[in-house]
Structures are given as C-alpha cells and as structure tokens.
C-alpha cells in the first residue's frame, strides 16, 4: 500500500479523498488542509462519505512531509495563488513524494513549459527523488488522451476539436466564477482568465501536446473571444443573483495553427444560465455540462462525455474525472523513475482491482 497524502479539501479534494480510499494501492495517510475550522475533522466526514475514515485532517505541513509519504495528492487550487501553489509542490517532490495535481496549468506540457517553473520542479526531483505529473479534465484529459485515442479511428483527420461546454451555475468556486472568468460583471470588466494570452497560457500546452503526438509543427497559437451579456436577472442556487446587461456567457478558442489552417483547436463555451447566447453549442442531452471531441474528417466522429457526482452534478462528475486521472497513474508514478511526467508519459489505465469492488 502506498501512503498517500490530499492536500486540500475544496472540490477536488473531496473528490481525491473518495478516490485514495477507493484505490486498492494507495493508503491515505494523511489530510492536508488551510480553515482552521477543518484541522482536526476526520477525512470521511470532509469528503462527504459518510464514514470515518481514522484520518484527521491537520494544518502542519513541515510534520506531514517530514514522514516523507510516497504520494501527494495536491488538490488546492493554484488560480489565484500559482506561485504558493508551485512552492508547496516543490516542497513535497523535495521529501521524496510522488506529486500529482491538476493545480500549475503551464505544467501540463512538461517540456513546453517555462524555465521559472521547470527548473525548480528538476531541481527538487534531483534533490529528493520525488515525481510531478499535472493533469486533470479540460486542460487535461478532455485534449490530450481522450482526442489522441479518438483521432486513432479516423482514416483522414482535417482537424480536432475538443469542446467543454458548461453552465457554471453549478461550479461552486464563486470567487474564480464571478472575478477570474468574469460572470455576472460589467461587459467593460476584463476577466484575468480571458485577457489575451491567458487562454494560451492555461490551454497552449494542450495544443502543444496533441500536435506532438500527431507528429506535426505547429505554425503558432492563436486565440478567439466572444462575450455576450443577460438579457434578463436570473439567481442561482449556490452564487446568487446576476443581472441583467452583466456578462452571462463566454465562448473563446485555442488554436494550433497547422499549415495555415486552424487543425487542432480547444473551444470553451460557458454560461451562467442556459438562457443567455442558446444559438451556441449546448450539451447533447440538454445538461448542465459535457466534454466533447470532435474529429472533422473521414469518418466524422464525435465523442461526448458526461460525468456526474455529488447528487448528479456535472461540475462535481468532471472534478472527480481529473481527480481519477492523477490518482490512478500515482502506482505507475512510484514505479517509474523519478522525473517531470506529462500525459504523453503517464498511461491511462483500466481499473484494475476496482470493478465491483463497493467501499465499505
């Protein structure tokens, strides 16, 4: 059994909790968390299991890496905080932990990214031994393994596609909703995560990595953006009120540029109410959320994904997505040398020793 730590306790957290314990190869070993009111809580009660799980949740980070656990499973969120994020990462691959996380976007592409984030990450590999592998839905999953996989049935691929299409009514981080994507302020407000090269930045490894894989050059990264505001006030149930002329909806693109024609592109399509821009894409079933992947050529393959969790919530299906992804490759992480993995690397796997497997 592999001693694993959750560092962080949010979204994703709960999510990684569940999937630790659910995991025949891992041994949670400890909860890593920030509120002082969750430091001693057990982590079955944080995760919504509805069981002890004998692990109180603790604040002391330098006691947690100081037993030098094989695993860390760092689920606090690095978008508003990248350079803590980064920082906290480092310090565990530096005790010797193997580190997975959805939290440093430019990680994802582990060879594209920045020197400022790759050398420290080396550096601390070098050091202690440990391991890093970003990952998670969309960037993750949704545009690397899943249209790779996808593009392999096609017999002429003319371009890739890969879609999140999402009402964010049900994406409970109010402040990363209202302030970094920008709903429900003025048309005039510039979101941080939709000021220019910020898609790139956040997606642009995930181009990179599709093109890689396909064997192609890319002639460069270009970006696309269209807001359109409410027609009406609507309230939701977990972040309020929006009002009417603020924005309600966001549709922007990544695009690799291959031989002058965009061939592999991230599209993002997000509404705080399907009322607002209903002639954009909407997911197949009417539903709150959808991956999709859609391969332009011959055949023309389309493939939708639609996870659900925590009482049939799509945002929540999609955290526990990313969460499988990383907790899953952690047993082929431990095995592998030490090193800066990326999905290119780290297989995705069946579920070995989980299918009907019920936690207790």
């Given amino acids: ?29 400890a909860v890593l968390v920030h509120t002082p009111a969750k430091v001693g809580r057990d982590a079955g009660d944080l995760a919504g299991l509805g069981r002890a799980l004998g692990v109180p949740a603790t604040d002391d980070v330098e006691a947690v890496l100081a037993g030098r656990p094989q695993a860390v499973v760092y689920a606090a969120s690095g978008d508003l905080r990248p350079d803590e994020a980064l920082a906290d990462v480092v310090a565990a691959i530096r005790a010797g932990a193997v580190v997975v996380t959805p939290a440093l976007y430019p990680l994802y592409d582990a060879l594209g990214a920045p020197p ?62 209202r302030y970094l994507i920008g709903m429900g302020q003025p048309m005039g407000y510039e979101p941080p995560m939709l000021a220019p090269s910020v898609p790139t930045l956040v997606w642009g ?20 953006l269209e807001r359109r505001p409410l027609d009406a006030t609507v309230t939701t149930r977990t972040m309020g ?30 509404r705080i109410h399907p009322s607002c821009a209903p002639d954009w894409p909407t997911p197949p079933d009417g539903g709150s959320g959808a991956h999709r992947v859609i391969i332009e050529g011959r055949p023309h393959i389309e493939v939708t994904v639609e996870a659900t969790d925590e009482g049939e919530n799509r945002s929540a299906g999609g955290n526990a ?10 047993d082929w992480l431990v095995d592998a040398k030490p090193g800066l993995y990326d999905a290119l690397d780290v297989p995705l796997r069946p579920a070995v020793g989980r299918l009907g497997r019920r936690q207790p």
Wanted: proline letters at 4%.
């Fill in 1 to 29: 059994m592999i001693p694993t730590v959750v560092w962080g306790t949010g979204n994703v957290g709960r999510a990684a909790i569940r999937a630790v314990d659910a995991h025949p190869a891992l041994k949670l070993d």
């Fill in 116 to 177: 400022e984030l790759r050398e420290p990450v080396l550096a601390a590999v070098t050091e202690g031994g440990g391991s890093l592998f970003v990952s998670g839905v969309d960037p993750g999953w949704g545009n690397d393994v899943l249209p790779l996989l996808v593009s392999g049935l096609g017999s002429t691929v003319d371009a890739i596609r890969c879609q999140e299409i999402f009402d964010y009514s049900t994406y409970e981080q109010e402040d990363s909703v």
């Fill in 205 to 224: 490894g995930q181009i990179r990595l599709m093109a890689r894989a396909l064997g192609v050059e890319l002639d460069g990264i270009r970006e696309t």
């Fill in 241 to 270: 009120s929006f009002e009417a002329g603020t924005q309600g909806a966001v549709r922007f693109e990544v695009r690799g540029i291959v031989g002058g024609e965009p061939r592999v592109v991230i599209e993002h399509i997000t």
């Fill in 321 to 330: 997505t990313a969460v499988g992804r990383l907790v899953n490759a952690v």
